[in-house]
Structure formats: structure tokens, C-alpha cells
């Protein structure tokens, strides 16, 4: 299995979210689930979890292109503050 997540600074509604990730994974093999306690990334609460089971050649581009399409609607059209999983470990890196 493949995943990687999607996470919403402390404090973001969630009302919306899942309508607008059920709408960007819509026609591919990604599946997801919204955790509303996360903590595993610090100042923020929400994951969006993104997977893919029995993966495919080309999947896993899908699925990190879904995450980025994910958290650009979402500071788009909601205004949340998110970052891919992908993001938060860069700026780790570059610490």
C-alpha cells in the first residue's frame, strides 16, 4: 500500500473538506479518510489520509499529484491552511 496525507493547521473547519477531496479523487484509485485528532505533524490537528492498495505502475504520481491538487483547492476555495506530508518533511529537512 501507498499513502501519504494531506494536514490542516490547528484550528481549520473541516465543514467542506471531504466533498472537496471526494470531488479532486474522483475517477482515480485513490481512497481516503479524514482524521480529525492527527498530531503527528505539530501545529496541525487534521490529516487527510490518502492511499492506494495494490498499487499500480503510475499510482503513486497520482496519488502525490491528487495531494497537491487537494491542498491548493483547499487554501483556494476555503481558505485552510494546508500542507502535503511531502511539504512538512522538506521544511524538516531544511531545518
Not at 474522483?26 to 481516503?32: A, D, L, N, P
Amino acid at each position: 500500500m501507498a499513502d501519504t496525507s494531506v494536514y490542516l493547521a490547528e484550528g481549520s473547519a473541516t465543514d467542506g473538506v471531504a466533498e472537496i477531496v471526494k470531488d479532486v479523487i474522483k475517477g482515480s484509485r485513490v481512497r481516503y479518510s479524514i482524521d480529525p485528532s492527527a498530531d503527528e505533524e505539530p501545529g496541525y490537528t487534521v490529516a487527510i489520509d490518502l492511499s492506494i492498495k495494490d498499487y499500480e505502475s503510475g499510482d503513486i504520481a497520482v496519488m502525490y499529484d491528487k495531494a497537491d491538487k487537494i491542498r491548493d483547492t483547499l487554501v483556494s476555495k476555503l481558505g485552510l491552511n494546508a500542507r502535503t506530508e511531502n511539504e512538512l518533511e522538506e521544511d524538516a529537512d531544511g531545518m
